[in-house]
């Protein structure tokens, strides 16, 4: 037993230890970074992609049924994607009317702020326009005719892939 007489006491107060101090370390940083992820929570915004996801579940069958009419009029589209430009080259069965101009969805995986709905003009053979500059990593490509009757879907990596050749959903 430690006691004034004997030679190991060490009368110095609690507080002015090492081991209390390194034993509330890991307790202390957890509160902190509790508190800096409770402040993010409340002051950033969730991302929700899609509001209404029984709606969106409905549109299913129309979805599959615009791919199926994209596949029996032979549609395929090669989309190449530049710094600030997409443009898409469209090809079709013997034929099949291409449509003066093309609506181009650009999505994001998760973040639906960052998505693009474009209306690309035919231009020599071709569809193309200006895009805002997009961040690195996946995006899905939608290209839809002004009527929206067929529609073709696809992924592209930026900066990987540049150049995509986009086909209708085997059905």
């Given at each position: 037993?430690?006691?004034?007489s004997?030679?190991?006491?060490d009368?110095?107060?609690?507080y002015?230890?090492?081991?209390?101090?390194?034993?509330?370390?890991?307790?202390?940083?957890?509160?902190?970074?509790g508190?800096?992820?409770?402040?993010?929570?409340i002051?950033?915004n969730?991302?929700?992609?899609?509001?209404?996801?029984?709606?969106q579940?409905?549109?299913?069958?129309?979805?599959?049924?615009?791919s199926?009419?994209?596949?029996?009029?032979?549609?395929?589209?090669?989309?190449?994607?530049?710094?600030?430009?997409?443009?898409?080259?469209?090809?079709?069965k013997?034929?099949v009317?291409l449509p003066?101009?093309?609506?181009?969805?650009i999505?994001?995986?998760?973040?639906?702020?960052?998505?693009?709905?474009?209306?690309?003009?035919?231009?020599?053979?071709?569809?193309?326009?200006?895009?805002?500059?997009?961040?690195?990593?996946?995006?899905?490509?939608?290209?839809?005719d002004?009527?929206?009757?067929?529609?073709?879907?696809g992924?592209?990596?930026?900066?990987?892939?540049?150049?995509?050749?986009i086909?209708?959903?085997d059905?």
């Amino acid at each position: 037993m430690n006691t004034r007489s004997d030679p190991s006491y060490d009368p110095t107060p609690w507080y002015r230890q090492r081991w209390p101090w390194l034993l509330m370390v890991m307790p202390g940083i957890s509160l902190v970074l509790g508190g800096v992820l409770l402040y993010l929570a409340i002051t950033t915004n969730d991302g929700l992609v899609v509001d209404d996801y029984y709606r969106q579940g409905r549109a299913i069958d129309q979805t599959i049924a615009r791919s199926v009419v994209a596949a029996e009029q032979g549609l395929a589209a090669e989309v190449g994607v530049r710094a600030e430009e997409i443009r898409i080259a469209l090809d079709a069965k013997q034929g099949v009317e291409l449509p003066p101009e093309l609506i181009v969805t650009i999505i994001h995986p998760t973040r639906a702020g960052f998505d693009q709905v474009l209306r690309l003009p035919r231009v020599d053979g071709q569809y193309a326009g200006p895009i805002a500059p997009m961040s690195l990593g996946r995006w899905h490509v939608q290209i839809e005719d002004p009527e929206r009757v067929w529609r073709l879907h696809g992924d592209v990596r930026i900066p990987d892939e540049t150049q995509v050749r986009i086909l209708p959903y085997d059905v």
